[in-house]
């Protein structure tokens, strides 16, 4: 990625600490009035609404801040009350990811579809599952939520990777190894 694409999104998660930017506390939030929500995650991090897709990225991005994963799966929860979401995969697509520093100094910031920055580190794991086509590669992006790692973005971090045990190669960010497996 270019330098000026680098700092942005490490200006963006600068700028979002700075301005106080936080999520609602879902985690709080216990209401006892619960239905369906009639939203689909498409494995491609596409949100439809009774099968039409929902084309606001606005709304997308509102959605994905009240988004929670319960033991018995995906809701949108306010104070008021908590709908359930049909996820295909993972509920986020990391879209991007630009890096700063080299090496085991590495810091690695993922963007993901909804809007969300978020540096891998030891609370936000890259983690690599064994898939029908090959690996899966996904990122921890909060409170048991994850973003499927794109194709594209996987292949970056594989440029980026390192034989560390022979035959397995992995990526550090924020001080933290991450194993990618066989490549």
Same mark, same amino acid.
């Given at each position: ?5 680098? #700092? *942005? %999104?490490?200006? @963006?998660? +600068?700028?979002? &600490?700075?301005?106080?930017?936080? /999520? ?26 009774? #099968? *039409? %897709?929902?084309? @606001?990225? +606005?709304?997308? &991005?509102?959605?994905?801040?009240? /988004? ?31 890096? @700063?520093? +080299? ?7 993922? /963007? ?33 939520? +994850? ?37």
């Amino acid at each position: 990625m270019t330098t000026q694409t680098l #700092d *942005s %999104l490490f200006a @963006r998660l +600068e700028a979002a &600490r700075n301005d106080g930017s936080v /999520l609602p506390p879902v985690e709080r939030w216990h209401p006892e009035r619960s239905g369906d929500s009639h939203i689909t995650i498409a494995r491609d991090g596409r949100w439809y609404y009774r #099968d *039409s %897709l929902i084309q @606001r990225p +606005e709304m997308v &991005r509102l959605f994905s801040t009240i /988004l929670r994963r319960d033991d018995d799966g995906y809701v949108l929860v306010t104070p008021a009350e908590k709908l359930a979401v049909q996820v295909e995969d993972a509920p986020f697509v990391a879209t991007a990811v630009e890096r @700063r520093g +080299e090496g085991d100094s590495m810091d690695l910031a993922f /963007l993901t579809n909804v809007g969300d920055v978020v540096v891998a580190d030891a609370d936000h794991r890259i983690e690599v599952r064994a898939g029908e086509r090959g690996p899966k590669p996904y990122l921890h992006v909060r409170a048991g939520l +994850e973003a499927l790692i794109a194709r594209p973005v996987y292949y970056e971090l594989v440029e980026l990777a390192r034989e560390r045990v022979p035959g397995q190669y992995s990526v550090v960010s924020a001080g933290t190894q991450f194993m990618l497996g066989e490549l």
